[in-house]
């Protein structure tokens, strides 16, 4: 039989030779126990950070973290009100300056109007 006969005559034969054609052959990666072993004993063995540690150790460090905004935060705020304060005594300690001289001012008129 020729190659046109078998195609015509076993159409299902043609799927089943293109199918298999077209799946990829598959590689495996696998080493042999002495290489395993040789590669991970060179690497250190890392110790396991529990969660409670984990948990400790971020709490912490947020609490530090939040502690020393806040802080730096207030003293800003310290310092702005402690200028403001200031301003106010010395605007209120020149209104004082001038309410005295005024005083003296009208006294001294007083005094001059009873001598008349």
């Given at each position: 039989m020729t190659m046109s006969a078998y195609k015509t005559?076993?159409?299902w034969l043609r799927t089943v030779a293109t199918n298999r054609a077209v799946?990829?052959?598959r590689r495996?990666?696998?080493t042999s126990p002495s290489v395993r072993d040789a590669v991970g004993s060179t690497l250190p063995a890392k110790k396991p950070v529990g969660?409670?540690?984990g948990g400790i150790f971020g709490f912490l460090t947020g609490t530090?973290?939040?502690g020393a905004t806040v802080y730096y935060?207030?003293?800003g705020e310290y310092r702005v009100s402690n200028e403001m304060?200031?301003?106010d005594i010395y605007a209120l300690q020149a209104a004082t300056q001038k309410l005295q001289t005024y005083i003296g001012e009208?006294?001294?008129r007083v005094d001059q109007l009873r001598k008349k």
């Open positions: 005559t076993f159409p799946i990829p052959a495996c990666f696998s969660a409670f540690r530090i973290v939040a935060y207030i003293l304060l200031t301003e009208l006294e001294t």
